[in-house]
């Protein structure tokens, strides 16, 4: 068993003493549950970061044009419409 330093803000402790003051709970016994909850619902994937979808695009060179910029634009479009099936 390991020992772990989580910081908090103040919004944050107040939802763990609500939760432990609901549950009964220990701290620790929050965190738990919490995990194993997240575990279930978490995806199985983790996402791109926007820099990742950016780097995979394949803009080419500068030139100083303005079309480069609407290409990115259309792309970055198609790519959100596709991650979100819209």
């Keep these: 068993m ?13 939802r763990l003493a609500d939760l432990r003051e609901r549950t009964g709970f220990s701290i620790s ?3 738990k549950n919490a ?16 820099y990742e979808i950016y780097c995979e ?17 259309t792309k970055v479009a198609e790519i959100i419409r596709k991650k979100h099936g819209r």
Excluded: C, M, W
């Design 2 to 14: 390991s020992t772990r330093t989580v910081r908090l803000d103040d919004e944050g402790e107040q």
């Design 29 to 31: 016994d929050v965190f």
């Design 57 to 73: 695009l394949d803009i080419g060179a500068g030139s100083g044009n303005s079309d480069g910029s609407v290409n990115v634009k």
């Design 35 to 50: 995990l194993e909850h997240y575990t279930k619902v978490a995806p199985s994937k983790r996402q791109k970061t926007s």
